[in-house]
């Protein structure tokens, strides 16, 4: 039933110390559906969390995007390796873990990445704040993100609460909204090759 390849992912509430929803995609052969093996994945979920102390009511999602046959370098060799640090900002801010180099704006490493980049120029350039980090937290097979975090470092003018406000009734956070948003089907990826994704004035994140 089950393949060889897989992958996990799990958003987790500091501020409550419980989890808010785990992901599991499962390759799996030809001849079964997600629905055969669900109880079986959300078991194992449960008692994941379960050896770490924590909750077990969390969002369970199994291979949202439906059935997962073809799997491994086959189904998927986007670029993994590409220094973060040095294509983001050389480690002042918070990293996730995929590489935007070498993907296309369709993949959250890349589009997610460019707009918490716009969202937190915005939110300075308005004087909302004097610096600001945005998070992004996006799962497999859902188009709205999981996770919006916004950190000021205490230099916020405006309440946070006003600037999440902002931020959820401002921005189409969708995979297909931020690609309309920032014409990222247009952008010559060339150009941002080397020394760095940000700080470039010609594209759209920048502006």
């Known amino acids: 039933m089950f393949r060889a390849d897989a992958k996990a992912q799990v958003s987790f509430d500091y501020d409550s110390g419980r989890i808010a ?18 109880t079986i994945v959300e ?11 924590l909750n077990s009511d969390f969002e369970k999602l199994i291979n949202p995007t439906g059935r997962f046959v073809k799997g491994g370098p086959f189904a998927d060799c986007g670029v ?15 990293i996730g873990g995929g590489a935007m ?8 490493d ?9 969202i937190a120029r915005d939110i300075v350039l308005a004087g909302y704040a004097d610096k600001c980090e945005v998070q992004l ?19 916020e003018i405006q309440p946070i609460d006003f600037i999440q ?23 010559d990826y060339n150009t941002i090759s080397v020394y760095g994704h940000f700080t470039n004035p010609d594209m759209p994140w920048e502006q």
């Open 43 to 53: 078991t194992l979920m449960i008692m994941a969390a379960s050896d770490y102390g």
């Open 21 to 38: 929803t785990f992901l599991c995609s499962v390759q799996h052969s030809e001849d079964v559906e997600p629905s055969d093996f669900r």
């Open 80 to 94: 993994t390796g590409r220094k973060l640090a040095c294509d983001t900002y050389g480690g002042i801010g918070r």
């Open 165 to 187: 406000a902002y931020v959820r009734d401002s921005y189409d956070l969708t995979p297909r909204g931020i690609i309309k948003n920032l014409h990222l089907l247009d952008v």
């Open 137 to 155: 937290s996006y799962a497999i097979g859902l188009a709205e993100p999981v996770g919006v975090a916004i950190e000021c470092f205490g230099t």
């Open 110 to 118: 890349r589009s997610a990445a460019y707009m918490a980049r716009k």
């Open 101 to 108: 180099s070498g993907k296309d704006p369709t993949k959250v």
